[in-house]
């Protein structure tokens, strides 16, 4: 025997290494055998009525060379595939940190490796021990010329720590499928066997797909991203790998993922990019890792959508039947995006009621026609009722309502039909605002305070999103007051805050937001001075707001507040004079006055208005929402009823006869 290799790193480490999981311990063995040009990989079990007594895993590869043995062994990390990037045939190489030799002590405590390589001349054989008491010490025989001429290594491991229930040829057969399907199918000259039982995957893979995902910046570097997922003809452990760009799989991830039970499946989320953080030792961190999260997250609600289409790419047959049965609430065209997920929805929940309900199937038809209609109904206008469904109609388990919700929630799909009944009721409301502003009948009879104002206040979005109205028809004193409170200030009014000319002024909306995380003390205010459509904008409307503006920031209780006011006077057209003020103005903006926390505009409801189809057209083309004059009247009658009365009339939005 030579002299002993002693591993260069502490007893702790190695410790920690070697505690991986027992069906990672094997995985490292066989991919170090392909990793050394291997052919033909054996994995024997040994097992008498006493219980696990071996493992083995032989491979027709390479072999250790003896000259490079002591560095191999004697060093954690810094393996030779960390430089190569390719095995001597050009196959791309798995392991490149070393450890997979120190992952097989979490199986048994004793080690050996029998390996026979070609030194050019002979096929030489020698052997490497090692035992878990003493993880940091490797005893190896000296090299001797071999009867055969095949190269090769088996490693054996005795003296198993447990029975391990896991290893046995069933579930090793189904593991390594899911694991090395990729590989496999891309090296079809390897050959894996379990206990004399070829690894097969493609015998197993009932449905693959390959999803492109978003690409990922990581060190000024663009790195894309992919998902494969492959569903299996046997029941398998679910699970998602964490693979290099090559889909070779380098850490699996720890969670589970919720509402894809129904289905057996790994999936495959490829990319450098986790490569990379691999080698620099973050990927063990998963979703904690910064610039792994999103891509998990992305990868998640992938496979959670994949599967839900499956479902109902599965159920096909049921759904064709309804619709023979002309019972299905849906034409046989989609009409945009919209309606593509309240199906999605429907056919979910339809399926669902299908299968928990048997009475359902029983029923009689104009019933079923009913209640498909009523589903319907709840799914396009009240997707947030949903839950109502799963709990009180299907009366699911709370694991089988927690699936479905999750399923539901996660496909986006009722997200996406809320959004749109958001988008959709906006452009309504400026379809019927620009009408009542503009209309010369309608404008006439619009009133500021009592109808205008009051629609405004319930929608003050037009203003911007990232604004929430503070104040609603009130004094200074009230909104400065009231700025007060939110700053957490311990200034009392004492006196009422009046113009400068010593009236009192009333502020018809004041909205308020924070100005970003790192500034929770700060404040913008949108102070907004509403004027009738008839009222045109002129010299005494912009006296009037400047004096609340001046009011507002002069007074000394609140001058050295960290807070910007913008202050808007708004009608539908301006006077001369206030064309003129606006000259000076080189933004465009609209802007009369500016200091360092005062910017005083002018705005017409024109503006407002176009500003707002802006934000809203691009959602507006995605999911085709087509918005009319009428629809828009009809919106503002329908939602404001007691602020409309004498503008909008009743026959104005009625349905036609038929």
């Known amino acids: ?293 999103k891509p998990i997250d992305t990868a998640i609600s992938a496979l959670k959508n994949h599967f839900m289409l499956r479902r109902i790419e599965l159920s096909a047959d049921k759904i064709q039947t309804w619709k023979n049965e002309n019972i299905y609430p849906y034409s046989n065209v989609i009409n945009g995006p919209i309606e593509k997920a309240e199906r999605q929805v429907f056919d979910i929940l339809a399926l669902n009621i299908s299968e928990q309900i048997p009475e359902f199937e029983k029923s009689d038809i104009k019933l079923k026609k009913f209640q498909f209609r009523l589903l319907k109904q709840i799914v396009g206008s009240n997707p947030d009722d949903l839950h109502i469904i799963l709990t009180e109609v299907l009366n699911l388990s709370k694991g089988k309502q927690s699936e479905l919700a999750e399923l539901l929630k996660d496909a986006s799909l009722s997200a996406i039909i809320s959004t749109a009944k958001v988008i959709s009721d906006r452009l309504r409301f400026i379809a019927g605002l620009e009408e009542i502003l503009f209309n010369p009948e309608k404008k006439k009879v619009l009133k500021e305070r009592t109808q205008l104002h009051k629609i405004l206040a319930e929608n003050t979005w037009v203003f911007g999103d990232e604004f929430s109205l503070t104040v609603n028809d009130q004094s200074l004193s009230e909104v400065l007051k009231i700025h007060l409170d939110k700053k957490g200030s311990a200034i009392h009014l004492d006196k009422p805050v009046k113009r400068i000319d010593g009236r009192v002024g009333i502020i018809d909306l004041m909205l308020t937001r924070s100005i970003g995380k790192n500034h929770s003390d700060e404040r913008e205010h949108l102070v907004v001075e509403l004027k009738a459509p008839k009222v045109n904008i002129g010299e005494d409307e912009i006296s009037q707001i400047k004096s609340y503006a001046f009011a507002s920031i002069a007074d000394e209780r609140f001058k050295h507040l960290k807070t910007k006011w913008n202050f808007w006077v708004i009608s539908n057209d301006l006077k001369p004079f206030a064309e003129m003020e606006l000259k000076q103005d080189k933004t465009g903006k609209g802007i009369i006055y500016e200091i360092d926390n005062l910017t005083i505009y002018v705005k017409t409801w024109g503006e407002l208005i176009q500003e707002c189809k802006h934000r809203l057209e691009f959602v507006r083309d995605q999911l085709d929402i087509n918005i009319d004059k009428t629809d828009g009247l009809k919106y503002l009658q329908e939602s404001y009823s007691e602020y409309t009365k004498g503008v909008i009339l009743t026959e104005e939005h009625s349905e036609p006869e038929v």
Request: glycine share 8%; hydrophobic share 35%; charged share 25%.
């Open 1 to 293: 025997m030579e002299d002993l290799i002693k591993v260069e790193v502490k007893k702790d480490h190695l410790d920690k290494v070697s505690r991986a999981p027992v069906l990672s311990a094997l995985t490292e063995l066989i991919w170090n055998a392909f990793d050394a040009d291997a052919d033909l990989v054996q994995v024997s079990i040994d097992r008498t009525d006493f219980g696990l007594q071996a493992v083995h895993v032989k491979d027709d590869g390479l072999g250790i060379l003896h000259k490079d043995s002591k560095k191999l062994f004697s060093s954690l990390g810094g393996s030779w595939k960390d430089q190569k990037g390719v095995s001597p045939k050009g196959r791309f190489l798995h392991g490149k940190e070393g450890q997979g030799r120190f992952k097989s002590f979490a199986i048994g405590r004793s080690v050996e490796w029998n390996t026979s390589f070609f030194d050019g001349e002979n096929t030489l054989s020698y052997t490497m021990k090692g035992k878990a008491d003493n993880k940091g010490i490797f005893y190896p025989t000296s090299p001797k010329i071999s009867d055969s001429k095949s190269t090769g290594t088996t490693v054996s491991i005795f003296e198993t720590h447990k029975e391990f229930t896991s290893i046995n040829k069933e579930r090793l057969l189904e593991y390594f499928s899911s694991v090395f399907a990729i590989y496999l199918s891309q090296y079809t000259s390897i050959k894996l066997y379990v206990d004399g039982e070829l690894v097969d995957p493609e015998s197993q893979i009932k449905n693959k797909i390959n999803l492109p995902l978003e690409n990922v910046i990581f060190d000024d570097i663009d790195y894309p991203y992919e998902l494969q997922i492959i569903e299996w003809n046997c029941t398998t452990a679910n699970e998602v790998q964490l693979c290099n760009g090559n889909g070779f799989p380098l850490r699996p991830y720890e969670k589970s993922i919720k509402g894809t039970s129904d289905f057996s499946y790994t999936a495959y989320l490829k990319s450098d990019h986790i490569s990379k953080l691999n080698t620099v030792g973050t990927l063990g961190l998963g979703d904690l890792e910064p610039s792994l999260s």
